[in-house]
């Protein structure tokens, strides 16, 4: 199930892959988010290509831990961890692409987009602010949102069958004086809704009244609501120390599912610090993909994930996946 917090995600296995005929010379970059990593992530890249290799050692001299060596080895537990898993995505994502365009495989960006954490990928790629300083700012985002977990007993469910009013319905049945909200509308039929854990206990049995399958997700919190009202108070103070470009390709945001405005700075950093309390439009973020957008999508490592939700958002639309090097 495409979410956060360290559940396993897994694709449908019959997703295609393509050969460097199927791509021209533009493409749209999907960056992943939290849920896609695994132990292992990035080493193929790294093995593969110096320039990837080089990004991992980068990213372990800035932030002073052993970053790469959790992404490669482990422990999962570690890797899962709020706190650890957005910087080292961030990290494998961004490594995959730079092999990418080393070895000459894929041409120029002309769109991105990333899921939750995937969005400040996805703006790094277009040039909103350099490696670096996006890296210290996703992994302070990861540390507020694990502290902010750690202080409200927390969780996720994933609905299968339901549209956006029957999230909204099921929400309202459940919620009590509690928080309980929609926070993925990751495809059509996957809804996931976020909230205190006692409003998503009642959630379950909510959905089986409403003839929906729910499943509670192994999360750390309650990501996407309310619940992240501190750790979008630290973003908005940390987004602020960073230096800003406009982006110089459309980069969608997850709050409006709409490109965000690149000559208003004030509005990027503001709907970047709403995402973490606000759902994350992917379905309709990809919709407004492929209906503006003519060229082709690439994933970025890690996994497969957004290949498979594009599987269920429009089966008519490619997504070559760069989970390991070609």
């Known amino acids: 199930m495409p979410l956060h917090g360290g559940a396993k995600q897994r694709a449908p296995a019959d997703i295609p892959t393509y050969s460097q005929e199927d791509m021209s010379e533009s493409i749209i970059i999907l960056c992943p988010g939290q849920g896609a990593q695994h132990v292992g992530m990035g080493t193929a890249w790294h093995d593969a290509s110096p320039v990837a290799a080089a990004t991992f050692a980068e990213a372990d001299d800035v932030l002073g831990i052993a970053l790469s060596k959790l992404c490669f080895e482990g422990p999962e537990d570690d890797l899962n961890r709020t706190d650890i898993a957005q910087a080292a995505l961030y990290t494998a994502s961004v490594a995959s692409h730079r092999a990418l365009v080393d070895r000459g495989e894929i041409g120029d960006i002309v769109a991105a987009a990333g899921l939750s954490l995937g969005e400040f990928t996805a703006l790094h790629l277009a040039g909103a602010f350099d490696f670096a300083a996006g890296l210290q700012l996703v992994r302070l985002r990861g540390q507020a949102m694990q502290e902010a977990a750690d202080t409200v007993e927390s969780g996720m469910v994933a609905l299968v069958g339901a549209d956006e009013q029957q999230a909204n319905e099921l929400c309202d049945a459940a919620r009590g004086d509690a928080v309980l909200v929609p926070a993925n509308f990751n ?7 976020s909230g205190a854990k006692a409003a998503c206990d009642r959630a379950l049995n909510v959905a089986e009244k409403m003839g929906l399958r729910a499943t509670a997700l192994a999360v750390a919190g309650a990501f996407h609501s309310p619940v992240m009202q501190p750790a979008a108070d630290r973003l908005a103070q940390a987004i602020e120390d960073i230096a800003w470009q406009a982006p110089t390709v459309p980069v969608v945001s997850n709050v409006t599912a709409e490109p965000h405005d690149a000559s208003d700075i004030a509005s990027i950093k503001r709907h970047l610090v ?12 990809m919709r407004w993909s492929i209906d503006n957008v003519e060229s082709n999508f690439v994933e970025l490592a890690p996994g497969k994930v957004l290949s498979g939700l594009m599987r ?8 070559r996946n760069f989970s390991e090097p070609s």
């Open 274 to 285: 709403e995402q973490l309390t606000s759902p994350v439009r992917w379905s309709d973020s």
């Open 312 to 319: 269920r958002i429009d089966r008519g639309i490619k997504v």
């Open 187 to 193: 495809c059509p039929g996957q809804v996931v809704v």
